[in-house]
């Protein structure tokens, strides 16, 4: 999809979870 670098991701990791679970 995109790149994000380890710093970003450690951020949106922890927000994109729920909609990650809610998908799959």
């Known amino acids: 999809m995109f790149e994000v670098s380890d ?3 450690k951020q949106l990791e922890p927000v994109l ?4 679970r ?3």
């Open 17 to 20: 979870n729920p909609f990650k």
């Open 22 to 24: 809610t998908r799959s």
């Open 7 to 9: 710093d970003l991701w």
